[in-house]
C-alpha cells in the first residue's frame, strides 16, 4: 500500500478545486428529493418516502465522513482531509431533514405524541439520541469553536463521530421487521470504517489548525 | 390529547371520480379472456393489459363502507407483500408478469371430502360483488379498498365441515421462480415460506370476511395478491393472506406467519385496537394513505357494531 508514498506534485489544489464538485454531489439526494416533491413522483406515501431517504443518506453521509481519514491513509491524499467538515456537516443537515420530517410532516406537532413515541419506542429513542449527539459536533465545527476547545478537547469531543453512525444502524436495524440485509450491509461497512481505526495509533495533533482526528 | 374527536367516518362523496372514470372504461360482456382472443395485436402490445378480467355489473354490498376511496394507483403501488419483496414499492413491479391464471385452490382438513377448485370455477359458483373496506396495516397506515369477492363462509358452509373444524389455515403458493421475494438471500430469507394464515371458524364464517379476486372492478394485480386473497377487515393487514393455494379446516389453532417470525409482536388474532400499541409501533392512529392528517383508529377498525360480540369474554390485550 502506498501509505506515505511520494505525493503527486501539489495535490491539495486538486482536493480545494474539487470541492465545490463534491458539494453539489453532496445536495444531489436534497435536490432529487424535491424534484420527486414537485413533480409527484413519491408515490403513494410521500412522507413515508421522505423519511427513508432522509434517514438513508444521513447515514450514508456520516460513513462517507468516517471513510476520509482511512482513506488518507492508504492512498497518501492528505487533501481529502478539506472535504472532511463540509462531509459531517451534510450528515447534520440531511439527520435536521429526517427530524424535521418526522416532527412536521409525519407528527406535525403533535408533541405528545412525538414524546410518548421517543420513550415508549427504542427505535426512535436510539435515533434522537444519535440525533442529539450531533447537535454538539455541528455546533463545534467552525475554526473559531477549535481554536476555543483547545485541539485535544475537540478531539474527545469529536469522537461522538463514531457513536452516532452507530446508534444509526441501531435505530434502523430495530425498526426492520424482518428483512435485515440493508442494515447489516451498513453494519458491515461501519465495522470495516472503525476497525481502521484500530489498526494504527492516532498521532497526536500539536497545531492549533483543524486536527487531523479523529476522523 | 391533542387529537381527540369522535371517530370520523368520513360521510362522504359517495365514490370517487376516478372510480367512475375506471367503470366507464370496463368492457363490456365480461369474460376477459375473449378479449384476449378477439384482439390478439392489442394482446401482443400489451398483454397485461389486454387480458385483465373485468366484473359487470357488480352489486355493492350493503356492508360497504360510505368512504372516499383510496386511488387505484395508490391501492396498487404501495403493497407489503413479502413473497416479491420487503419494499412496498418494489412489488407492483415485480409482480408485473405474474401468472395467476391457471390457478388451483385446493380445501382439505375437517370437511366432506377435500376439493380442488379451478379459481375461475370458483367464481362462477360464488359469485362475487363489491365490497368497499378499510384496510389497516399494522404500520399504522389505511386505505379504502373497492374489493370483488364473496364471503369465506358460503365456500365453507358448501364443504360441509365436520364438528372438529375450530379453526381455518391458509397458505400462499410457495414458488421462488415466480415469487423473487421467496429466494434465499445472502442473509437469510425474509419469511418462512410458505406464508401462513390462520381464522378461528366463526371468524372465517362471518359475513365480513371474503375471499378477494378482484379490486377496482378488475381482477387483482399480482402485487394485490392475484388471484385470490383473504380480506378481514377488523385485523391488521398482514391477516388477510394473498394468493392463497391451500385452505384446511383443523381442530388446532393454526401459527401465522408472523406470530412464528416475533411472537412478541405478532398474535394470533391481531384485531385492529388503538388500545394495544406495538412494541414499536403506537396503534392510536393512523394515515390514511394520500392524507397529511393522521386520525384515530377505531376498535376493529371500525367494525366493533359487527364483530365485538365474537371477542365476549375475551381479554383484549390478548387480542393482539
Ligand atoms: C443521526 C440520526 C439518525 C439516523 C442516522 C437515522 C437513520 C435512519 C434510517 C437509515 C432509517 C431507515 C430508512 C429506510 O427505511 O429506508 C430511518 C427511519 C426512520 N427514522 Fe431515523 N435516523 C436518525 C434520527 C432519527 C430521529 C431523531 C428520529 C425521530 C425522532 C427518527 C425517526 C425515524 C423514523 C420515524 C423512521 C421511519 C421508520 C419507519 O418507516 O417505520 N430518526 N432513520
Redesign the interface.
Given at each position: 500500500m502506498p501509505v506515505g508514498s511520494e505525493r503527486a506534485p501539489d495535490p491539495q489544489r486538486w482536493f480545494r478545486r474539487l470541492k465545490p464538485l463534491v458539494f453539489l454531489a453532496c445536495l444531489g439526494p436534497a435536490a432529487m428529493l424535491s424534484y420527486r416533491a414537485m413533480t409527484g413522483t413519491l408515490?403513494?406515501?410521500p412522507?413515508?418516502e421522505i423519511t427513508g431517504v432522509t434517514g438513508q443518506w444521513t447515514l450514508r453521509m456520516l460513513l462517507i465522513t468516517l471513510l476520509i481519514t482511512p482513506l488518507r491513509q492508504l492512498t497518501g491524499w492528505h487533501g481529502l482531509i478539506r472535504w472532511r467538515r463540509m462531509l459531517g456537516l451534510f450528515a447534520f443537515s440531511y439527520a435536521v431533514l429526517h427530524f424535521l420530517t418526522y416532527v412536521v410532516?409525519d407528527?406535525?406537532f403533535?408533541?405528545?405524541?412525538i414524546i410518548?413515541?421517543i420513550i415508549?419506542?427504542p427505535?426512535v429513542l436510539v435515533g434522537f439520541t444519535a440525533f442529539i449527539l450531533l447537535l454538539p459536533l455541528a455546533f463545534t465545527s467552525t475554526d473559531a469553536m477549535v481554536r476555543r476547545l483547545g485541539g485535544r478537547r475537540w478531539r474527545r469531543l469529536h469522537r461522538l463521530a463514531y457513536l452516532v453512525p452507530v446508534l444509526g444502524v441501531l435505530h434502523f436495524w430495530?425498526?426492520v421487521?424482518?428483512?435485515?440485509?440493508e442494515p447489516?450491509v451498513y453494519s458491515l461497512l461501519l465495522s470495516v470504517l472503525l476497525a481502521s481505526r484500530l489498526r494504527r495509533p492516532q498521532p497526536r495533533a500539536t497545531g492549533a489548525a483543524p486536527p487531523a482526528t479523529p476522523g | 390529547?391533542?387529537?381527540n374527536k369522535p371517530a370520523d367516518l368520513r360521510p362522504s362523496e359517495i365514490t370517487d371520480r376516478r372510480y367512475f372514470e375506471r367503470r366507464r372504461e370496463l368492457l363490456k360482456g365480461g369474460a376477459a379472456a375473449a378479449v384476449g382472443l378477439a384482439a390478439p395485436g392489442l394482446l401482443a402490445l400489451s398483454p397485461a393489459a389486454a387480458a385483465k378480467i373485468k366484473f359487470e355489473q357488480l352489486k355493492r354490498s350493503e356492508l360497504s363502507a360510505d368512504e372516499e376511496l383510496t386511488p387505484y394507483?395508490?391501492v396498487t403501488?404501495?403493497n407489503n407483500f413479502?413473497e416479491f419483496s420487503?419494499d412496498?414499492?418494489e412489488p407492483a413491479e415485480l409482480a408485473r408478469n405474474f401468472k395467476s391464471r391457471p390457478w388451483t385452490i385446493t380445501v382439505e382438513g375437517e370437511i366432506g371430502q377435500p376439493k380442488t377448485f379451478d379459481v375461475d370455477e370458483l367464481i362462477k359458483l360464488f359469485p362475487p360483488e363489491e365490497r368497499i373496506y378499510r384496510l389497516r396495516c399494522v404500520e399504522a397506515?389505511s386505505m379504502v379498498i373497492p374489493w370483488v369477492g364473496f364471503p369465506l363462509g358460503n365456500l365453507i358452509r358448501s364443504l360441509a365441515p365436520t364438528s372438529r373444524a375450530k379453526f381455518v389455515e391458509f397458505e400462499t403458493l410457495h414458488d421462488p421462480e415466480r415469487m423473487p421475494g421467496q429466494r434465499p438471500?445472502?442473509?437469510?430469507g425474509?419469511?418462512e415460506w410458505p406464508y401462513r394464515e390462520g381464522l378461528r371458524i366463526d371468524e372465517a364464517m362471518h359475513p365480513l370476511t371474503i375471499l378477494a379476486v378482484g379490486l377496482y372492478g378488475e381482477e387483482l394485480p399480482g402485487q394485490n395478491g392475484a388471484p385470490i386473497r383473504l380480506v378481514v377487515p377488523w385485523k391488521y393487514g398482514f391477516k388477510s393472506i394473498k394468493s392463497i393455494v391451500r385452505i384446511r379446516l383443523v381442530e388446532q389453532q393454526p401459527v401465522n406467519t408472523w406470530q412464528a417470525?416475533?411472537p412478541g409482536e405478532y398474535g394470533f388474532f391481531a384485531n385492529v385496537n388503538p388500545d394495544v400499541?406495538h412494541?414499536?409501533?403506537?396503534q392510536?392512529?393512523e394515515?390514511r394513505?394520500?392524507d397529511?392528517?393522521?386520525r384515530p383508529t377505531l376498535p376493529f377498525n371500525g367494525y366493533a357494531d359487527q364483530v365485538a360480540d365474537l371477542y365476549r369474554g375475551m381479554d383484549p390485550r390478548k387480542l393482539y
Open positions: 408515490g403513494a406515501e412522507i413515508d410532516l407528527q406535525f403533535a408533541w405528545n405524541f410518548e413515541d415508549e419506542h427505535y430495530w425498526q421487521k424482518s428483512d435485515i440485509s447489516a | 390529547m391533542l387529537i394507483e395508490s403501488s404501495y413479502y420487503t412496498k414499492k397506515w438471500s445472502l442473509f437469510g425474509s419469511l417470525q416475533a400499541a412494541p414499536r409501533w403506537s392510536a392512529r394515515r394513505v394520500g397529511f392528517f393522521k
